[in-house]
């Protein structure tokens, strides 16, 4: 059974960065990472995704400061954010796409102005 399990969550100040990883065990050849972000009462926001070929894509109000990175080796993916902003807080899912799309149950980032 594969499980996604987000970490790297917590609370920054406004300009820092965190770094969020996600691990997915039981599976392999995850051919689609990516991660979406949750606001209350907010539509849910596609933030970045990676293909298997490394091609990446981007929300336009993260492009420049987040970076999406994977290692197949180690079944994970990372999301480096830096000069977070007060609006990037959010809880952050991470997914895997094998046959099937699976979810990780998210961590939640806060930034502090």
């Known amino acids: 059974q594969v499980q996604v399990m987000e970490s790297g969550g917590g609370l920054v100040q406004s300009g820092g960065s965190l770094r969020l990883s996600c691990v997915a065990s039981?599976?392999?050849?995850?051919?689609?990472w990516g991660w979406y972000r949750q606001v209350p009462e907010k539509q849910r926001e596609l933030v970045a995704h990676i293909n298997i070929h490394g091609h990446t894509n981007y929300a336009d109000s993260v492009k420049g400061r987040f970076t999406i990175s994977r290692d197949n080796a180690e079944n994970t993916v990372y999301l480096q954010m830096d000069n977070l902003k007060p609006e990037d807080t959010a809880i952050y899912f991470c997914?895997?796409?094998?046959?099937?799309?699976?979810w990780g149950r998210g961590t939640r980032v806060t930034v502090s102005s």
């Open positions: 039981g599976g392999f050849d995850f051919n689609t």
């Open positions: 997914y895997a796409v094998q046959t099937y799309t699976y």
